[in-house]
């Protein structure tokens, strides 16, 4: 065999090896690119070749010496590549963990669930009614008259095809289920949405919130339900929370009184969420009037008691001065988040 042709042979050779690995490339080093390899023993024997062939000869050489470097250099590459790619997806357990987005409770939850914690230590349970109700239990047995303007079309949703049903326009609709339905004593909370025909602005919307709590047995009296609500403003805004009862009217309580609490935005020094009179209307409430007792087949002369209720919506306004109300509904996470 002429040099030339073993040029030519180790040209296919090195065209030909097949590098699957680090030591696969190595080894190709090793015979092909190093001092020792046969390129390098090859171009020893330039001496020996023809002198009409040593300008071939060194082309084909040369040739092989390029194609050789070439393919270590992409091999290599690969190769380092893969091991950074490697090195990344190895998990590296001293690392925090990564927790991805988590979730959070609406304010609206978060405030309704903190209520319902601080009657329940105090021996309230939950009752729940319907959002669709009659009137019956959302006005009549509740003690409006046939032409209270509550039950005007501007402020009640009713069902079209059924004037007798409506979308509750508030959570008193439950008092009148469970006094149907349980025998007293009855110490009850319920919450839900309630609906009413208004347009929908910072302080409105035609969906909202209310808590409702009632309370029957022998001997309730308006000190009980003073007491009450004191202990629930002093658990819900802080211990140095005062109340103040203000005479009130509502057709299913009698007395009805409107309660405020001491605004601890300015600690009563007055500042524009109180209107500069130190105090934050927050419910209505009242002792259950006879004729709604009796409504429901309580006797009014053995059993009496107090019944109240909030808006959640209102109350959480309260509680962070979030100023629109339509906030609550519109699931922007930058108002969300912060809760
Ligand atoms: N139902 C009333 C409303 O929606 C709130 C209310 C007032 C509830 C007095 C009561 C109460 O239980 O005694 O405005």
Redesign the pocket.
């Known amino acids: 065999m002429t040099l030339k042709d073993e040029a030519l042979s180790l040209q296919a050779e090195v065209a030909a090896y097949a590098v699957a690995g680090a030591a696969d490339l190595e080894a190709f080093r090793l015979a092909y690119i190093s001092k020792n390899g046969k390129l390098s023993l090859l171009f020893e024997q330039f001496k020996n070749v023809p002198k009409e062939d040593k300008k071939e000869f060194g082309q084909i050489l040369n040739a092989v010496k390029q194609a050789a470097e070439d393919k270590f250099r992409l091999h290599k590459e690969k190769i380092e590549a893969q091991a950074e790619a490697q090195a990344g997806a190895a998990i590296d357990v001293s690392l925090p963990a990564d927790l991805g987005m988590k979730g959070s409770l609406h304010p609206l939850t978060q405030t309704k669930d903190e209520i319902i914690r601080i009657f329940q230590r105090i021996g309230f349970n939950l009752s729940e009614g319907a959002e669709i109700e009659t009137d019956w239990h959302n006005f009549s047995a509740?003690n409006f008259a046939p032409n209270h303007p509550a039950r005007d079309m501007q402020d009640t949703f009713f069902v079209e095809k059924d004037p007798d049903m409506l979308l509750r326009?508030?959570?008193?609709s439950v008092?009148i289920r469970v006094m149907e339905s349980q025998k007293p004593p009855i110490r009850t909370l319920s919450v839900g949405r309630?609906f009413r025909n208004e347009t929908i602005s910072a302080r409105a919307h035609c969906m909202f919130h209310?808590i409702?709590?009632?309370y029957i047995d022998k001997n309730v009296s308006f000190a009980d339900l003073k007491e009450t609500l004191l202990y629930f403003a002093k658990e819900f805004f802080g211990t140095q929370t005062k109340i103040r009862l203000r005479p009130?009217y509502?057709p299913?309580?009698e007395p009805?009184?409107?309660v405020d609490v001491s605004c601890n935005i300015c600690n009563q020094k007055g500042c524009n969420v109180c209107k500069y009179t130190g105090w934050l209307e927050v419910?209505?409430?009242?002792m259950?009037h006879p004729n709604v007792l009796r409504n429901c087949g309580i006797d009014p002369e053995v059993y009496s008691g107090?019944?109240?209720?909030?808006?959640i919506e209102r109350i959480t306004m309260m509680r962070y001065t979030i100023k629109d109300l339509r906030l609550y509904f519109e699931n922007d996470m930058r108002f969300l988040k912060q809760f």
């Open positions: 509740l326009t508030h959570t008193s008092q309630v209310q409702e709590g009632l009130s509502f299913f309580t009805s009184a409107e419910l209505g409430c009242g259950v107090f019944a109240f209720g909030m808006g």
